[in-house]
């Protein structure tokens, strides 16, 4: 395919599942640009149409299936025009059914992974090819799911056009921790981490566009250990103070971290780089150790317990969501109760939680001692309960603080803006679009269950401000009932 210059189609991807998949989802769009493809928020009249997708528990993996029929029709509607459609799966439901994706909806033209979408436009070609009858390729769809063995970020370009004021960046890629219920290590492969010049590369690009705020991605995030232009290893803490140093970067986040690679130089940079945001995700899954070391976590709750008091002694006011799986193989009312207690006595500001979904191919899946559809239910409704009074809580005690809020995109209602706080917190004012992709220091005056609203208190007209200090809150143990 060759590269043109006005943007004269359309491309449409669609993102499930993880942040990782959402900053893919961007490269992909990266990579097309120059070939003419510009991004369209519909599939309706787009002549590619991705679906990046997510098979972490079986209901995404059925959400693809039910889009791609509805897909087919789109597709059959275009051609009856003489417009041709290209419809392609990538992500981790691509890199782990392959070929059966197409086998099982036909209408598939391309199915690649994770590690090929920088060779879409040949993909493209071959499948536009496959459609004509050129090039040998008629039947099946292209289908590309190596684990290559370049660098896929040495071959993505270098201008992003689709990240705005906060933006993602993937610094590690892969799992090598086996938890026996994920799929990941299978779906992503082996843990890698980008070299630490490459990211700061990557982070400076990022600022000089605009971006304020950075969230450093990865399937185990804090595991990074990329070479440094030093010739050393750089662990996590190393690289996150080197990006502080980058003039106009306001603020720094990182996720998925797991909990065994917290290290004492993370922990400190926590307290030591203002960048750094007082918000951590640090999924835990379960709070019964017995649990714990069937899942493969490699940690006890106390382990947990002691890490997290770790962290708030560097940072006092840091605010800790997780994420929970309940209904594990085996787990017993004594299990159960353990998370409560663990909950209880943590206290999150946020949390994602799962009922257990088996994984084909995982060990857990296997496992004889499966609990029912029902028992699931309960638990994740108990737990759930515990956690959305906690938030709640959390949210409350925001009221009559002003926070510093990096605006990023329209409110549903007129005039409204919407951005995030230090704390991760959804936080909705009235105030002008010239402030999209500012720091504005809100009051805030509501706190309710999922997002704050307030109004702003100041304003910075000349696009870049510093962060505004955040009034003091109590320390979110204080602020979650137990
Ligand atoms: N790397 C991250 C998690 C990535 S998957 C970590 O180690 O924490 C995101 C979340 O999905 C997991 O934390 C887990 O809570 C949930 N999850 C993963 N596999 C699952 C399964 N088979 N059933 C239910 N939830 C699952
Ligand atoms: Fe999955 Fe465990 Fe790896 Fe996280 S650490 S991605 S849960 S295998
Ligand atoms: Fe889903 Fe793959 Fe992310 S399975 S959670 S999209 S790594």
Redesign the pocket.
Known sequence: MSKTGPLSKKLHVKTYG?QMNVYDSARMADVMAPYGYAASDRADGADLVILNTCH??EKATEKVYSELGRLRVMKEEAAKEGRRMLIAVAGCVAQAEGEEIVRRAPVVDMVFGPQTYHRLPELVTRALGRETGRGGWRGAGVVDTDFPAEDKFDHLPEESRTQGAAAFLSIQEG?D?F?T????PYTRGAEFSRPAAAVVAEARRLVAGGALEITLLG??VNAYHGEGPDGRDWGLGRLIRALAEIDGLARLRYT???PRDMDDDLIAAHGEVPALMPYLHL?V?SGSDRILDTMN?GHTADDYRRIVDRLRDARPDLALSS???VGFPGESDRDFADTLRLVREVGFAQA????????AG?P??SVADQLSEAEKSDRLEALQQILNAQQRAFNEAAVGSVQPVLFERRGNRPGQLVGRGPWMQSIHAEAPERLLGAIVGVAVDLGGANSLSGHVVTVETAGRVDPVAPSPQPPPAERVPA
């Open positions: 993880c972490i528990r799992c921790k938890c219920f994920c799929v990941v399937q185990n998925t971290s797991h999924p899954q976590r994420d929970f799986i994602y939680s799962f009922k257990y979904s088996a994984r995982t857990a899946a």
